[in-house]
């Protein structure tokens, strides 16, 4: 079926912004969740997860909200969303309701049309049933005919005859380059997939953005996805997600393997909660994906070397993240689809009901990669579990205690428990006079973006001692949760332009004081540049001794 994606687009820009502009974010909450004054903001107890002291702060200056407990916040048109699990322009059709305000429609509105990679998979799946050798190899995979037309597998010819079915149906060309199907080259138009049996990618909304191809001619890489377009992300999406999605909501559990093959076959096995990431490996753009359903979630990994490093990653992801769930490693270079193939359905099930939790799996992890008879390297590992505990919450940081001074045969009293953990849920009270001065630097470069590039000028992030994650987030990714809760700790001040600088001064001292003492020490830089060096840090601390931020060098 061809859909064509138009709401999105039907309510003009210029009504948007109107209504945002007319509505109050706490008037707009209060009609759903009882909400109480608390100094310049509001608080109640959070929707969005269970809670009996109010940690869910609204501010009417800053029309957003955000809850300290669960992360979850944004602007009024997001609380709806989230609160009424509606889609953004359900949502401004909702909040223009509530606030008796009329809506104007666009009727030249620009469409989104999928019909030419729609029609093109349909191409495709035609052609797989008349290509043996395609058929041939999915058949010795022990894909059955039911997967092929359940995934709607299909067949990518020959670049010529894609664009030739292209040209012929009178489908846009430059829609097809949109999607990745095909590109400009130096011999005219030519078709991104060639030779190979076509995965189609649906995204969450269950549109077609993609394909993965397998080759079956052994022309390039064996696998390669779509490039990435405006419709195909593929750090966010999961493959095999919009066939599962239904099965993750009502068994609330998540299989996440590393291949198309798996995801089938695993299907056919009756797993059908298993999808794929994208040759990728799992990301924190995944996680709103995964947030929706609150699953148990399942890795499902090879035991090679990429394998173990990639569920690593995804464990310390998912763990710092509150997720609960664990990991299955494949040895014997057996993957979840050969364990299909060789009938082994009860191993598998008895595989994915005692996975190892994803704090044990990273604790191991990180034992396993050094020597524990060298008493250096000890420590290091040492180092290294408790700078993962720093990001796990207090509960989860004592329960693996008894774990982790038995892995590392070590006293329990040499591991670093933290009060509050410092991960995705930033602490809020009893912060140090070195975090606020540090937040409130942030803070301030938030609020006042025209300062940005003249701090830059002066500080990086190797002068932050704990907050050098949030500086980066500045810089990158203003979105962030942590910077959201940064703008409503009303303990953070805000500076003046001169209360700034005083800041900036007293973080350079420490740090060019330091840098100075390497410097000096330093043994591997020649006599020349050392001088140079310590002279221009010797000046720099002048500068800031006289106040003369100004003059100050980066070095
Ligand atoms: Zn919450």
Redesign the pocket.
Known sequence: MVSIDIIKIMITKTSIENLKNSIDIVDIISNFIQVKKSGANFTAC?P??G?KTA??VISPSKQIYH?F??Q?GGDAIKFIMEFEKLTYPEAIEKLATLSNFSLEYDDNYQRQDYSVIEKLNGYYQKLLVSNQEASEYLKSRGISSFSIEKFELGFAPSSNETVNYLKNNFLNLSDGKDFGIIDYGQGGVYARFIDRITFPIYNNTSKLVGFGGRTISGHGAKYINSPQTKYFNKSKLLYGYNIAKDHIFKEKQIIITEGYLDVIMLHQAGFQTAVATLGTALTSEHLPLLKRSEPKVILAYDGDKAGLNAAYKASNLLSQNGYDGGVVIFGDGMDPADMVMNRKMDILKDMFTNTKPFAEYCIDYICDSHDLFNPNDKQKALNEVNDYFKSLTPIMQQSYVPYVSSRLNINSNLLNLANEHHGRAQKRMNLSQIDIAELSIIKTMLEMESLVASVLNIINEDMFQTHRNEFNLLLNDKDDPLLRALLLQEEVKIYSVEDLNNQLMILLVPYYNKKLQLVTNDKTIDFKEKSRQIRALKDNIDFIKKGDINSLTMI
């Open positions: 959070c969005f997860h809670e940690s869910f809850c407990g669960c979850v």
